[in-house]
């Protein structure tokens, strides 16, 4: 029995490199200069959910298809199948923007106030609290509207390769 070698396992383990960025196949649409409009169906993190066909989030029983422009890398011609690559880290930042900071806000502002309340005795200390943190909700969506820092150009998703080129006319 030959035994593999450290080098050789290190060369398979380098080839079987996890890989958690979030793949979708779509279908160029339209290319002008160097972007390509493209539309494709569900993101594959939804795809390989079990519940999505009970699911409710964002209206996800509703089959919907999504138009967005990106970086044509791979010289993708209209009507060709291509992947795109989500990096997980663009995933979180989303992710962390739209959920956790308005939560934060919502926790942070409502305990403030009612400290404030109870301290100053003023009645329905907790309803107060409930207003001002839903208000900090508002003020933190809409900050996130507003600023620069939430007005990235690039979404950072990346053409990875043309799965299928579209299929040439022949007259």
Known sequence: MRHASSDEAVDRVKECE??????????????????????GQRASACGGCAGKTSCS?????IERAI??????????????????????????KVSFKLYALPMLAF?????????????QGLPHAELLAAVAGLAAVIVTFAWQMVSPLGKKTSLDIRMVKVIRQAESLVG
């Open 57 to 61: 989030t964002m209206g996800s029983w």
């Open 67 to 92: 138009e967005l422009k990106v970086n044509n890398s791979v010289s993708a011609a209209v009507g060709d199948q291509v992947l795109l690559e989500v990096p997980d880290s663009l995933l979180l």
């Open 107 to 119: 926790v942070f502002v409502g305990l403030a106030m009612r400290s404030f309340a109870l301290q």
């Open 18 to 39: 996890y890989r958690s960025d979030m793949e979708q196949q779509v279908e160029v649409i339209a290319v002008e200069g160097n972007q390509a409009l493209v539309r």
